[in-house]
């Protein structure tokens, strides 16, 4: 089953990356300061941006910020593969994208390289409550019970009822 969905993912990664790089070909307008930061970089912060539209309802806004972030984050994994925090934040986007089923790929992608990734192991929690994978979920929380950290208790939460999923 990893196999298929490991197979799954760099079938969809390599797709992915040929409509991109077929669509690019210009500079990304940026200075000489986000020349010296890396895609990856890039992207945590068009995320960050993008969480800050979504608390103040601006969807569509969030979701450009999503969409750049997702592309530079696929040009990072590209450049350094196997990478869990890429793949997490690669789930995260797409997921984000409203991409469920590409998102439980590159999440368990990086479990697959850690599987005691915190951030992986929240949201990909919070993937199976949006989808109603309860017991999965709770797998997830299980993972997480041993870090004392916010995401156990967040996802915990979420898992309950008692709390939406804040991203």
């Given at each position: 089953m990893k196999k298929n969905i490991l197979i799954t993912s760099i079938i969809y990664l390599i797709l992915t990356l040929n409509a991109f790089s077929?669509?690019?070909?210009?500079?990304?307008?940026?200075?000489?300061?986000?020349?010296?930061?890396?895609?990856?970089?890039?992207?945590?912060a068009h995320i960050k941006f993008a969480k800050k539209y979504e608390k103040?309802?601006?969807?569509?806004k969030a979701k450009k910020r999503?969409?750049?972030?997702?592309?530079?984050?696929?040009?990072?994994?590209?450049?350094?593969?196997?990478?869990?925090?890429?793949?997490?934040?690669?789930?995260?986007?797409?997921?984000?994208?409203?991409?469920?089923?590409?998102g439980e790929k590159y999440y368990l992608q990086g479990l697959a390289l850690e599987p005691k990734?915190?951030?992986i192991n929240?949201?990909?929690?919070?993937?199976?409550?949006?989808?109603?994978?309860?017991?999965?979920?709770?797998?997830?929380l299980q993972v997480l019970s041993s870090c004392n950290c916010?995401?156990?208790?967040d996802l915990k939460e979420i898992i309950a009822g008692t709390k939406k999923s804040k991203y």
């Open positions: 077929a669509g690019s070909g210009g500079n990304d307008g940026g200075g000489e300061e986000s020349k010296s930061k890396t895609n990856y970089e890039k992207a945590v103040k309802d601006k969807i569509e999503y969409e750049k972030a997702q592309k530079l984050l696929i040009k990072s994994n590209l450049k350094k593969p196997n990478n869990a925090d890429t793949l997490n934040y690669l789930g995260f986007t797409t997921r984000k994208l409203g991409d469920y089923v590409n990734h915190i951030g929240e949201y990909l929690g919070e993937l199976y409550v949006a989808t109603n994978r309860v017991d999965l979920a709770k797998e997830r916010k995401e156990y208790s």
